[in-house]
Each structure stands twice: as C-alpha cells, then as structure tokens.
C-alpha cells in the first residue's frame, strides 16, 4: 500500500480557529500510520459493538506518537474529532509528545491540579498516569466542563495501565484511565511490548476468549499490529545483532577443597543456578571477567561504528547506582566521556539531553534509558543486569534501533545494524531470538495459590546462530532481516 499524501496546510484551505504555530508541511504518514487512520474513520462512522478502544502495537522507532497526533489532525480536519487528551508515565516521553505536536502545529498543555484553561486556545491535554491517579476525582468533576466536545483519549505504553478485576483499586493507573476516559469517542492505546509479567489485562485493548489446551484464555488483540522486522524491511529501523558473552562461572571457594563448583553460563538450566550466573557474570572483577569482556568488546564494536556514522554512541544497563559507576569509571579511565543517569540524580533530564546532543561517548544507566528514551545516535548497547524480563530486555535494546532523518540518506536498506553486549544467559538468548516478531499476550485464569507467569503464547522463534557454543567464546546471532554479508562480520 502506497503511503498516502497528507498535506498538513494545502494552499488555499485556512487553518482552524485556535491553530497555532507553524506546521511542518514535509510530514507524511507511514504505510502502517496510513491504516491508523483509516481504521479510526471507520470506528468513529461504525462504532464498535464491543466498545470504543483500539489498541496498536508498533515496536520502538515505528512512530507511534506522530502516527496518534496525525491520525487526530486528520480526523478534527474532517469534523470528527475536537480535541485529545494524552496519558503517559515518564517526563520523558511528556517532552516527546509536546516536540510531536509542536511539529504538527498543535497546541499540547500538561495538566497539573493549578492549571487554567485559555478558552480555544489549546488542542489536547497531557496528563501523567500519576496525576491522573492522584487526582482522579478532580479530573472526574473538571473534564466534563473543559468543552472537549467529541474526543480522543491517547495511552502511551498503555501496558502500564493494568486492570485488576479482584481489586480495581488496587491498579490505581488503569482504574483511574478507565473512569476519566468512559466519555471519550476513541480510546487509543499505543505500546512497543504488549504484555504484563503479573497476568493482568490492561486498558483500552479487547480480550478474546480462545481454548489453550482444556483452558479458556483471553487474548489480548490489537487491532493494529507492525512487528520491528516490518519496520526493518521498510527501513524505518535499524536491525540488530546480537554478541553474547559465555563462560563457566565459579561457586565457593577457591582455597577450600570440594567446595567450589563451577556451572556453563549458557545452557544452566536450574533456575537458581541461572539467577546466581548471571549476578556473577555481571560483577566487575577483574580484566578477564565477563562484564569485563563485554565492555571491552563493546568498546571496540562502537569505534568500528563511528568510521561510518560518527556520531554513534553507546548505552550500558547497570544494575544499580554502585555498579552503574563502577561501570562508569572504567569506561572514564580508557579516556571515554561519560554521562551516568540515575532516577535519584536531579539533574538527570539535563545529562540525558547531553547524551543526545553529543557531548559524550556512552550513557551508563539504570532505569531512566529504557523505555521512552529516544536516542538515535544509540548504536551499541552493553546489558549488564539481572533484570531478565522479556520487556525490559527488549524495551533497552531496541534504543538503539532508531534512526533519523540525517542518516537515512546515507544507508542503503536494510540500514547499517546496531550491536547488542550481554551474558550469554539462557533467557536473554531466548528473548533475543524472538525480538522482531510479534506474539500472542494470553491472560489466564488465576486459581489460588497459584504463581503466575507471563501469558507469553508459544509464537515462532528466530534460529540461533552459534559460532562456537563451547564455554567461554562468544554467542553471535543475527536476525532473518540481514544479509549474509553482514551476518558473517566479525
């Protein structure tokens, strides 16, 4: 399907009352941002019987936030939308989200308890999950008589708002989304990983009931789905490789015979051994450990990267403060410069903004480069924490699939790959082997007592390309999207 033209301004048609700044008229919808708003239309002229939500799933770097902001534009062109109200959880993505509508010519305010409206003189709100928690009721009693007319509510990462059916309460963000939005004509739901660890649905995404086995699950449906290998096949997206640090990894004591043991990094498969690996694995020991190796190696992948793209940079997941600068100086005394961020450190917002801006080799964090963030100078990423969810992994590696405008011009499709540093640990293999494809969210019956796991389905998987599996080498994997040539790269 051809992307469609989709002029912000055409000459001759006068902007709408209350229309402000100046639009960036080069702006034109993605194939896939094209159906978005095809499939809004439709949903406005024949509402759905089951309700007002859709939800997409569209993978970092796809263009969620403008393909929202467009998809409204287009409908308040067409008289069938009036205003928008945006919920998300980071600041980060606030400032994303005000750039966005900047760009488009719209009018965004952040909402906070001391806000006052100027009459016409704003298009959509931005409201965090925590305000909205907090101030439910007032939001209850004020948004009714802001005059939004026929609205659409906009979740970012909307699989932050879960929704207990035990306790309603107890999800505060999804409870409160779910009360403030039951007046909206669209509720859109956007997210990069469609799914909860806690077994828990979430809000403005419908559930379909199908049989696993003698069990009723639901599932959770988009109703607009493009998985990242799509976004590498169109070039919206950088693909990845994959370099997995393996090794044996020593217990007890060296000098007390019988009492040390030693386990294979990659193919542990007792569960408390694979934890205690990989807390070892990312220790800064000494110059021969696998935290070691890896940061070496990565260091060595990026100056590689910078002889075609030189502005690259690299990002490293620590486990927390103390490691996260150790870490740090380590890269510091090899004569890198460094930005280390933390959500304790007042002025991370500013050293996150200097990342991006240039003014060092690496960013060294813990929890504030992950979701949200939008780096595309990103082109090495170092993991090295325990964290082996399967969001969380993918939410840090795909920072740095994101490409921009400056070097699209400059790579042939599929563009140049980004890099991928971790221990060779048997569950981060496994989410590696699966990033680009899109799977089924399955929501299962709780029974009591019963410990709950991801509602992962059983979806395809990519084949793991293993140099040399021996302990202690490296793990190379590459995605279906590359060509040989570049599989085979050292």
């Not at 963000?173 to 009360?179: D, E, I, L, R, V």
């Not at 386990?263 to 007792?270: M, N, V």
Request: glycine letters at 8%.
């Amino acid at each position: 399907m051809a992307s469609p033209s989709f002029d912000l301004h055409p000459p001759g048609r006068p902007r709408r009352s209350g229309q402000t700044g100046a639009a960036d008229t080069s702006v034109r919808p993605r194939d896939w941002q094209g159906r978005l708003i095809q499939l809004l239309r439709a949903r406005l002229l024949r509402p759905d019987p089951v309700g007002h939500d859709v939800l997409v799933h569209a993978g970092p770097g796809a263009g969620k936030t403008l393909g929202a902001l467009l998809s409204f534009l287009s409908l308040q062109r067409e008289g069938r939308l009036d205003r928008f109200v945006v919920f998300c959880h980071r600041n980060s993505i606030a400032e994303q989200w005000h750039q966005a509508a900047a760009r488009l010519g719209l009018h965004l305010e952040t909402w906070d308890p001391d806000w006052q409206a100027a009459a016409a003189s704003w298009h959509g709100l931005l409201i965090s999950y925590q305000s909205a928690g907090r101030n439910r009721q007032l939001l209850q009693h004020l948004l009714p008589q802001l005059g939004l007319g026929r609205w659409q509510a906009i979740a970012d990462e909307v699989h932050h708002l879960g929704l207990d059916p035990d306790e309603p309460e107890a999800a505060a963000w999804g409870h409160a989304f779910t009360c403030l939005t039951a007046g909206a004509q669209l509720r859109l739901g956007l997210t990069g990983t469609p799914f909860r660890a806690d077994n828990l649905a979430f809000c403005a995404a419908r559930r379909l009931k199908v049989r696993e086995g003698e069990v009723i699950v639901e599932r959770i449906a988009p109703d607009l789905s493009v998985e990242p290998r799509q976004l590498i096949a169109a070039g919206d997206v950088r693909p990845l490789e994959f370099r997995f640090q393996d090794g044996w990894v020593d217990h007890g004591y060296r000098d007390q015979p019988g009492d040390l043991h030693t386990s294979p990094l990659s193919t542990e498969e007792r569960e408390s051994w694979r934890a205690r690996n990989l807390r070892r694995a990312i220790r800064l020991a000494d110059e021969s450990g696998i935290a070691q190796l890896l940061l070496l190696r990565a260091r060595r992948r990026l100056a590689q990267v910078r002889g075609a793209h030189p502005e690259a940079g690299g990002l490293v997941v620590a486990r927390d403060i103390a490691h996260a600068r150790r870490i740090s100086g380590l890269l510091e005394e090899q004569g890198d410069r460094v930005q280390l961020v933390h959500s304790q450190d007042p002025e991370a917002s500013a050293r996150l903004g200097a990342f991006r801006g240039g003014a060092s080799d690496w960013l060294v964090s813990i929890d504030m480069a992950a979701e949200g963030f939008d780096a595309p100078r990103v082109r090495v990423v170092v993991y090295l924490t325990t964290v082996v969810t399967r969001s969380r992994f993918i939410q840090a590696i795909t920072r740095a699939v994101r490409i921009d405008g400056s070097r699209a011009g400059l790579e042939a499709i599929p563009r140049d790959p980004s890099y991928v540093f971790a221990p060779a640990d048997p569950l981060l293999i496994r989410h590696a082997r699966s990033w680009s494809i899109s799977e089924p969210y399955l929501v299962r019956p709780r029974s009591p007592g019963e410990m709950t796991a991801p509602g992962w389905g059983s979806g395809p998987s990519l084949p793991l390309e293993a140099v040399d599996e021996r302990a202690g080498t490296v793990i190379r994997m590459g995605g279906p999207e590359l060509p040989p040539f570049l599989r085979a790269s050292p």
